[in-house]
């Protein structure tokens, strides 16, 4: 951690010489050059408590309280509109120097009218909308701020970011300082100037200038003049530190330890040799909120079903590869449930909104599941077991031990034999039938990776760091394989992002079917324009929820967009009706 705070301050000094800051610039060495000697140092002193605490601390309380996510860069517009206007009228800047200073005291020694309580003020508001220039190290902290807790670690990452940044504007307003100093006999028209650019700053901020420029700079610089910590921020031992930061677990107990050893391609057979391995005892489910189709709605516990066979399903009802996994999973039900095979649906969502009962039970009705499933929205039994992977099974026998795991898609006969060895072992009697299931299957010539909108796991987008607030953003020239790009202004949230107005996303895609998880505000029905290469969506190549080149936005669920005859690459063009928020793509 001392290490990634390290980089932390050098990054930040780095982000304070980078173009980005150039919006914000001008509000510094305004507010740096004029006013009382001291107003340089409350400038630095409100940016380094604006990005410790508004960019981190307060996310808990704009996600508690449901406010809008760009509320705090709002306020900061407004504070830095009403601190020019107060440049340009010498009287007026009189008495909020006084009002402030007696808000906001002075450092010891320091004096009313100097200018220090001001300057915290614009320095408060700086932070804010400097947000917007930060890298993988600040971005990994705000993004996670509100879905974990807050820790001394990451508040201390989010300071020493601000430190170096600060250290460097305060360097620059000096500089500034000593040459405004030569002009001291129109100090008053320099402040009036000043005062002009800071109104001219915050009315374009309001229009969105500042991030359009961000992203311009984004497209059409080299790497190393937008971000030139870019390497460091990258390097291996910053992203290590960071997903600890995130916090990330190491794998825990036996099941957890056969967890981390399929991620790279052992299955539970490989690692002990032989066919069924004894994996540890199956933990109990634990810290569940409501249960489906169980008995009076009461949970199940591994406890009274021992004796049976037991597979404990890991899923999310808008993950792809869980869905495909299903008709499988209520064949088995089927076929061996009277001799003995218990399954169990453990749903630990992915989103905030699957954590909804009641979108949880639509989507149980909708995929006709008749076995129990127990919400998980705590992570509770998820950790429990150590798991990782949606979907994940888990094949528990007779004695409550962990016999067999699988996680992902496929294998279907290799999880059957193992659920039929286990029941033959408990004494049940399987019989020789197997089930005949033909379920849909991923296509083996898919490119592009899981894709998420969010800022928490934003990958291979086009504009630049992508960051929580409402940004305007321009369609990049070129596109790039498997890469992504917003157009238009969104609202970009921790696993979300809502179209404003105008707003258009655009996907380089391998893959024979496309995926998307949308949502609409309030349930209200919305439309989603879908282009292939530019052009409307023909029928034959459209996916079952889109008719006539549109797809209708209702519930938060998975909607299928592209079926095409077989794995292809393509652009696809996605134009939002305003009040739509998509999560994440899957491909097929």
């Given amino acids: 951690m001392v290490a990634l705070i390290a980089f932390a301050f050098l990054a930040g000094a780095a982000t304070a010489l980078s173009p980005c800051v150039l919006p914000v610039l001008p509000v510094a060495l305004s507010a740096g050059v004029t006013g009382g000697h001291r107003r340089p140092l409350g400038v630095v002193t409100g940016l380094v408590l604006s990005f410790t605490f508004a960019i981190v601390a307060l996310v808990y309380v704009i996600d508690a309280l449901g406010l809008p996510g760009d509320l705090l860069r709002n306020i900061a517009i407004v504070v830095l509109l009403g601190f020019g206007i107060s440049l340009l009228v010498p009287s007026v800047a009189a008495r909020m120097e006084a009002w402030i200073s007696r808000m906001i005291p002075a450092p010891q020694g320091g004096k009313r009218g100097d200018g220090f309580g001001s300057g915290v003020l614009v320095g408060l508001s700086l932070g804010v909308v400097y947000a917007p220039c930060a890298g993988p190290i600040l971005a990994g902290v705000i993004t996670v701020s509100a879905s974990q807790s807050l820790t001394a670690g990451r508040l201390g990452v989010a300071l020493a970011y601000a430190l170096g940044s600060a250290a460097v504007l305060y360097l620059l307003m000096l500089g500034g300082r000593r040459l405004s100093s030569r002009l001291t006999r129109y100090a008053g028209r320099l402040q009036m100037a000043m005062g002009a650019v800071m109104v001219v700053v915050a009315v374009g901020m309001f229009a969105d200038y500042d991030t359009r420029f961000q992203t311009a700079i ?93 597979l404990v399903d890991f899923w999310t009802y808008t993950c792809i590869n869980c869905i495909r996994t299903l008709p499988y ?199 989603v324009r879908v282009m292939l290469d530019g052009k409307p969506i023909a029928a034959q190549r459209a996916g079952r929820d889109v008719r006539g080149g549109r797809v209708t936005v209702r519930r938060q669920r998975l909607y299928r967009l592209v079926e095409l005859p077989r794995a292809e690459r393509h652009l696809l063009t996605l134009d939002f009706a305003p009040g739509i928020s998509g999560y994440a793509f899957t491909f097929g």
């Fill in 218 to 310: 984004a497209n059409d610089l080299p790497a190393i003049l937008v971000n030139p910590s870019k390497e460091l921020e990258e390097s291996g031992g910053v992203r290590e530190q960071l997903a600890e930061l995130r916090g990330a677990r190491a794998h825990e107990g036996t099941v957890g330890a056969i967890a981390a050893s399929a991620a790279h391609g052992a299955s539970a057979a490989d690692v002990s040799g032989e066919r069924l391995p004894m994996l540890g005892a199956a933990p109990e489910f634990t810290g569940n909120q409501e249960w489906f189709n169980s008995p009076g709605g009461r949970p199940l516990s591994l406890r009274e079903l021992r004796g049976g066979v037991v």
């Fill in 329 to 527: 999973l209520k064949a088995w039900d089927e076929r061996y449930g009277k001799d003995g095979l218990t399954i169990v649906g453990v749903h630990t969502p992915e989103f905030p909104f699957e954590r909804e009962a009641g979108n949880v039970e639509a989507a149980i009705d909708q995929n006709d599941l008749e076995y129990a499933v127990a919400q998980d929205n705590d992570y509770a039994t998820w950790n429990a077991y150590g798991n990782e992977y949606w979907p994940a099974k888990y094949l528990i026998d007779a004695q409550g031990r962990v016999r067999y795991t699988h996680f992902g898609e496929g294998d279907y006969e290799e999880t059957e034999a193992a659920i039929r060895e286990l029941l033959a072992e408990a004494g049940h009697q399987p019989g020789r039938q197997k089930v005949a299931v033909h379920g849909e299957q991923a296509s083996a010539l898919v490119t592009t990776p899981e894709s998420y909108l969010g800022a928490a796991r934003a990958d291979r987008f086009l504009n630049g760091p992508i960051v929580p607030g409402t940004h305007r953003y321009r369609a990049p020239e070129r596109f790039a394989y498997d890469s992504l790009a917003y157009e238009g202004t969104w609202r970009i949230g921790h696993d979300d992002a809502t179209s404003v107005r105008r707003s258009r996303l655009h996907l380089v895609f391998g893959a024979r079917r496309v995926f998307l998880v949308l949502g609409s505000r309030g349930g209200t029905p919305r439309s």
